[in-house]
């Protein structure tokens, strides 16, 4: 059974930064690609930034271009997303989801994807 593990949400000002983690475990993670997804208080899951299996693709939502970059180590079985320039239209919780694929194919829309993680909060303050 795949389980993913967010981390590294809190509280930051506006300008500021955060990186989330996301660890995986029973799945072969290479095999995977990986996307990170918000939701807001209301809204529907909005499709932030994803990464094929091998890291050298990766697919950005329009509002995070520029600021949001994801990563991922298969080594460590985790992916990243490092957050600058943080506004506060960011807020919201942040999930990380697994997706089988294929090649260098990075998926925008949250169905696409079958496996997700619990979420971590991230709170971005004018």
């Known amino acids: 059974q795949v389980q993913l593990v967010e981390s590294g949400g809190g509280s930051v000002q506006a300008g500021g930064s955060l990186r989330l983690s996301c660890a995986a475990s029973?799945?072969?993670?290479?095999?995977?690609?990986m996307g990170w997804f918000r939701q807001a208080p209301g809204k529907e899951r909005e499709f932030v930034a994803g990464?094929?299996?091998?890291?050298?693709?990766?697919e950005y939502g329009d509002s995070f271009k520029g600021r949001f970059t994801i990563s991922r180590d298969n080594a460590k079985s985790t992916v990243y997303l490092q957050m600058n320039s943080l506004k506060p239209e960011d807020t919201g919780v942040y999930y990380c989801?697994?997706?089988?694929?294929?090649?260098?194919?990075?998926?925008?829309?949250?169905?696409?994807?079958?496996?997700w993680g619990q979420g971590t909060q991230v709170t971005v303050s004018s």
């Open positions: 989801a697994a997706d089988w694929a294929p090649g260098g194919i990075v998926r925008i829309t949250a169905t696409e994807y079958d496996s």
């Open positions: 029973g799945v072969t993670f290479s095999s995977r690609s």
């Open positions: 990464i094929s299996r091998g890291g050298g693709r990766t």
